[in-house]
């Protein structure tokens, strides 16, 4: 199983930056086993896809709706995985959600507990 853990969530206003991190952890966790992607829930509204990093690293893949907006990386040596989110707006406020995704399998199946960006207008 892997722990996942997510910081820097807050209140911001409409046009600030703001950037998320996913700390992973685990016995069975490394970078070239899992994928590990970010996701969101406004109130109210279904689960969003926001992007990942594969399991391969070769690429990080952006949600056309918040594409040229959010962008994600990772970083190998602390082990996480930073959502940038660059001109936010107060359709952006939701519980934001780092996942793991193990290599093979459809669904991804460790989530951490959510961080919480509220943006205000």
């Known amino acids: 199983q892997v722990q996942l853990v997510e910081s820097g969530g807050g209140l911001v206003q409409a046009g600030d930056s703001l950037t998320l991190s996913c700390a992973a952890s685990g016995r069975t966790f490394s970078f070239s086993r899992y994928a590990l992607g970010w996701f969101r829930q406004a109130p109210g509204k279904g689960r969003e896809f926001l992007g990942h990093?594969?399991?391969?690293?070769?690429?990080?893949t952006i949600a056309d709706s918040v594409k040229g907006r959010f962008t994600i990386s990772r970083d190998l040596a602390k082990r996480t995985v930073d959502l940038q989110m660059n001109s936010l707006r107060p359709e952006d406020t939701a519980v934001y959600y780092c996942?793991?995704?193990?290599?093979?399998?459809?669904?991804?199946?460790?989530w951490g507990q959510g961080t919480q960006v509220t943006v205000s207008s």
């Open positions: 990093v594969s399991w391969s690293g070769g690429s990080a």
């Open positions: 996942a793991a995704q193990l290599k093979g399998s459809r669904k991804y199946d460790d």
